[in-house]
C-alpha cells in the first residue's frame, strides 16, 4: 500500500494508472477503522484495478465542536487493516491540503429537501460539510467507483445527488454496501468506543426496536409503532432525536405502510453525549 500525503503527488500517480486503463475505487472514511469499513475496502478491491482508501477527519461536517474534539484517531493500527485487507493506496491529507485556503468561505450545495429532515435537520450544516469534503475527494481522485455504507442512508442520498450537481453521473457508479454489526446488532461505528460499559450494553435497543418496527410493517400502525419505539429507547436512557419510517427513495415521512414501496425505518439517539443512528431497509413486497 502506498500512503500519499499530498495532493500532487497522489495525483501524479493516479494519472500514470489511468493512462494504462486501470479502473479505480474509492473508499473515503474518517478513520477509526471497523469492520464495516474494511468489507467496503474488499469490496472495492474485489470491483476495481486499484483500491483507494482517505482517511481525513473532516472539520466542515461536525456542527458539533466537541464530537469533532472526540472522534477517535487511531491512524497506525487503522494503516495496518488497511493494509491487510489490500488496499492499494491510501491518501492521509492535513487539513490545509483539503482546503488550502481554510474553512471560513464555504460554497453552497442546494441539496432541497434532504437537507430539511433528519439528519439535516438535526445537525445543521452537516451535509453541506460532507459534499465540501466529497466534491474535493472526487476532484483528486477522480474514481471510477466509491463505495458507501448503507449505515448512514441519508448520507448516500446527499453524495448521490452532489456526483449528479457536479455532472459526474455517467463517470462515477455509487454502491451502497450493507451496513455491518456486531453479534447483539448494534450497527458498527467509529464513535462506539466511546460508548461506556454500561451504554454499551444498552445500544443495541438500537437495533432491536429497528427490527420491531420491521416485524410490525403491514401490521401496527406507523404512528403507534414509533411512540411505542420511543418509549422503549427512553426507558433505556436513549434521547431521541428521530424515530421515521419513510419512503426509501425520498425519504418522505410514510403515514401508512405501503408495500408497493421500498421503506426504510431511521433512528437517531443519543446514549449520554455519543450519537448513535441506524436505519433498517424494508424491501417493497
Ligand atoms: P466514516 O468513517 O464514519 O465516515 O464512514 C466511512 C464509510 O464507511 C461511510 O460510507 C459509512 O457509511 C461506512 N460505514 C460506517 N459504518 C459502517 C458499517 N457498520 N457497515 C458498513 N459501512 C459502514
Redesign the pocket.
Known amino acids: 500500500m502506498i500512503l500519499f500525503k499530498k495532493v500532487n503527488d497522489l495525483r501524479n500517480y493516479l494519472d500514470t494508472l489511468s493512462i494504462s486503463g486501470k479502473t479505480t475505487g474509492f473508499?473515503?472514511?474518517?478513520?477509526?477503522?471497523?469492520?464495516?469499513?474494511i468489507?467496503?475496502a474488499e469490496t472495492c478491491k474485489k470491483e476495481n484495478d486499484i483500491t483507494v482508501s482517505s482517511i481525513f477527519v473532516n472539520p466542515a461536517q461536525f456542527n458539533d465542536p466537541l464530537d469533532f474534539e472526540k472522534y477517535p484517531i487511531t491512524i497506525e493500527k487503522d494503516i495496518a487493516t488497511l493494509e491487510k485487507a489490500g488496499c492499494d493506496v491510501l491518501f492521509l491529507p492535513t487539513i490545509k491540503e483539503i482546503y488550502p485556503t481554510g474553512l471560513q468561505q464555504s460554497p453552497h450545495y442546494d441539496l432541497g429537501y434532504l437537507e430539511t429532515i433528519l439528519e439535516g435537520k438535526f445537525r445543521p450544516g452537516h451535509y453541506q460539510g460532507v459534499c465540501r469534503v466529497m466534491e474535493r475527494l472526487l476532484e483528486i481522485v477522480r474514481p471510477h467507483q466509491i463505495?458507501?455504507?448503507?449505515?448512514?442512508f441519508q448520507?448516500?442520498m446527499v453524495i448521490s445527488l452532489l456526483v449528479e450537481i457536479m455532472g459526474l453521473r455517467d463517470k462515477i457508479k455509487i454502491n451502497i454496501?450493507?451496513?455491518?454489526?456486531e453479534p447483539d446488532g448494534l450497527?458498527?461505528?467509529?464513535r462506539n468506543v466511546r460508548l461506556n460499559k454500561e451504554s454499551r450494553e444498552k445500544a443495541s435497543t438500537i437495533f432491536q426496536v429497528l427490527q420491531y418496527i420491521k416485524d410490525n410493517n403491514g401490521i401496527k400502525d406507523p404512528t403507534n409503532l414509533k411512540k411505542e419505539a420511543g418509549d422503549r429507547l427512553a426507558s433505556k436512557g436513549f434521547k431521541v432525536d428521530y424515530i421515521e419510517i419513510s419512503d426509501a427513495s425520498t425519504l418522505q415521512p410514510l403515514q401508512n405502510w405501503d408495500k408497493k414501496k421500498h421503506s426504510v425505518i431511521l433512528i437517531a439517539a443519543f446514549l449520554n453525549d455519543v450519537r448513535l443512528i441506524d436505519n433498517l431497509f424494508i424491501p417493497a413486497a
Open positions: 473508499v473515503p472514511t474518517m478513520g477509526a477503522l471497523h469492520a464495516g469499513h468489507s467496503l463505495y458507501l455504507g448503507q449505515k448512514d448520507q448516500c454496501c450493507p451496513t455491518l454489526r450497527a458498527m461505528s467509529s
